[in-house]
């Protein structure tokens, strides 16, 4: 393994995040707060509460997992399109490293990123709920897993992508509707039969139900589903990554 | 010593059947300069991207210094260093982590000494903590370079480096060509300015259609094919060559004005002296006498005529 080129790679990309770090952190810190002022506090109040936890509370998982989802897809994609777009993928393509060191760096560099942001976001939840986490370590596990994961589709999503629309197009098209819809905001169980139905096969349920019981103890579907659902999730963006770079597809001639 | 590039029979053919590479084969000596000529769409950077790993190669094999690029591609590549023709940079970069970023990626480990010096070398030490878009096109040009060479390669490729820039940064290029040749790097220049292969190059390829038409050093084939011309022109127009003046295969041009001598300016006689005295006694009024020497450029243009002409 060349560690120095991953390193290179990381270092390069997380230097453009410090560079933008007001605007990086700003965006989620204020969108989060607004989140549980409007959900929280204000409809919140109204709700009773979800399987034992105050709705305020209860929202937390979904909203780090929607940050943390977003931010990984745009980071890792944009790192990787923007490199296509300017030309100064020559390098990269002309560089001693292989598809392996190229995807650790820009997607470890995209993965902490999203889990810097995830953490912040949980930290302002401090600020406005009484958050309990019953399973820290799985807590950690499934935020690490899930920037990981995702930072791998924003990857596909970026070499796949031929210009800007397109980058954009699958997280607003496919992305922030799978999360909305995957229970950030309640219950899969407070859905009419059919649409619980519906739900299992929107493979965000898994994830945030599994983040959920890290924090609360109480989930949608089983725990063991939900890894399993995270690691074919991973392991399916690793395949389509390795058959890129093995064939080429739209980075090499 | 073995070649430190050995490329053999390469081929390249895109996916709508065009061939930009017709079975090229080629050798460069370490330390040599060599400038791959041709006019645009021959060939020259798909020669170049093939090498570097950017493009992959329909048939056909390439070594970088005894290592095949696709089998050994690690330690082929390291020994590369690229200059792309287009000016590709990060444009909120500094210039110190751009270059940086190149070393690092090329798997060496830091070091700052050899990157100033890098950069001191190209005239950017004093911007080194400037935005690469602050930076003027020439500047930009020298980013690419101090980037290509921060991993110390072997080999660099430079395509096309003077494209669209002013004359006096051309020069400024050769210069720095000069001194990396005389660090013992090998250059490989594609280039559509002639005069650029005949300032600086030892050897010069001439591409045409995706084949290598020629490769010859550069003096031989300057000599081989620059012949010397001498115009005499005339004040009054001849009706023919007159008969003294058989002997010296001149040729009558320019409305009957004009007397036209080839020679060889490497033979021990010209013969120009005893022309002009030929000339003058043959009563003929001289209004003026030129010379002119056969380029690269001539050599050039013929070839790839020749070559365009036989394709048709």
Redesign the interface.
């Known amino acids: 393994m ?1 560690w ?2 991953i ?3 990381y ?2 990309e997380m ?1 453009r995040f410090f ?1 933008t770090l007001a605007q990086s952190l700003i965006s989620p810190v204020l969108s989060t707060s607004l989140y549980f002022v409007v959900f929280g506090a204000a409809i919140g109040s109204r709700i009773q509460e979800i399987e034992g936890v105050s709705y305020g509370a209860f929202i937390v998982p979904g909203l780090i997992m929607l940050s943390v989802i977003t931010q990984a897809i745009s980071n890792a994609s944009f790192g990787i399109y ?2 296509k777009f ?3 993928i ?8 292989n598809f392996l060191e190229i995807v650790a760096g820009y997607v470890g560099a995209a993965a902490t990123k999203a889990l810097f942001i995830g953490v912040i976001i949980l930290i302002t939840a401090f600020f406005f709920v009484d958050v309990q986490i019953a399973h820290p370590l799985a807590m950690v596990a499934f935020l690490l897993l899930t920037c990981l994961s995702f930072a791998l589709l924003g990857f596909i999503i970026g070499i796949w992508a031929g210009n800007f629309e397109q980058l954009q197009l699958v997280p607003l098209l496919v992305v922030t509707p799978l999360v909305f819809l995957g229970g950030s905001f309640y219950s899969i169980s407070m859905l009419p039969p059919v649409w619980q139905t519906i739900s299992y096969f929107n493979p965000v349920v898994y994830l945030i139900s599994g983040f959920r019981w890290a924090f609360f103890g109480t989930a949608d579907v089983p725990i063991a589903l939900s890894l399993v659902a995270i690691a074919g999730f991973t392991s399916l963006c690793l395949l389509v990554i390795g058959w890129i770079f093995k064939t ?1 597809w739209r980075i ?2 | 010593m073995p070649p430190i590039l050995n490329i053999s029979e390469l081929r390249k053919s895109y996916s709508d059947g065009f061939e930009a590479l017709k079975g090229v084969s080629l050798q460069i000596d370490a330390g040599e300069i060599i400038a791959l000529l041709g006019p645009n769409g021959a060939g020259k950077t798909t020669l170049i991207s093939t090498v570097c790993g950017i493009t992959t190669a329909t048939s056909g094999t390439v070594e970088v210094g005894g290592h095949d690029i696709i089998r050994d591609f690690r330690a082929a590549r390291s020994m590369i260093g690229l200059v792309p023709q287009e000016i590709n940079l990060e444009p909120f970069e500094k210039v110190i982590n751009t270059v940086r970023f190149s070393r690092g990626l090329f798997g060496k480990a830091p070091d700052d000494a050899a990157l100033e010096r890098i950069l001191r070398q190209l005239s950017l030490w004093d911007k080194r903590n400037s935005q690469i878009r602050e930076l003027s096109g020439g500047m930009k040009r020298r980013v690419l370079i101090a980037k290509a060479l921060s991993h110390e390669p072997r080999l660099l490729f430079l395509d096309e480096p003077t494209a669209g820039v002013d004359v006096e940064l051309r020069k400024d290029m050769w210069e720095i060509v000069e001194g990396l040749k005389a660090d013992g790097v090998t250059i490989v220049l594609t280039t559509h300015y002639i005069e650029e292969a005949e300032a600086i190059a030892d050897r010069v390829g001439v591409i045409a259609k995706g084949e290598l038409l020629l490769v010859e050093d550069k003096e031989n084939l300057m000599a081989r094919m620059g012949q010397k011309q001498l115009d005499v022109q005339l004040s009054e127009p001849l009706s023919a060559v007159p008969k003294a003046l058989e002997k010296y295969d001149l040729i009558l041009c320019d409305n009957n004005r004009t007397l036209t001598y080839s020679y060889d300016t490497r033979a021990e006689r010209t013969g120009i002296t005893k022309l002009l005295s030929d000339v003058s006694a043959a009563g003929l009024v001289l209004r003026d006498v030129v010379t002119r020497q056969s380029s690269l450029e001539d050599i050039f243009v013929g070839l790839v005529h020749e070559d365009m002409g036989g394709a048709s």
């Open positions: 060349n120095t080129a390193k290179a790679i270092l390069f230097a560079r923007f490199p300017i030309g100064t020559y390098e990269l393509l002309s560089a001693p490293v080429g090499r001639q």
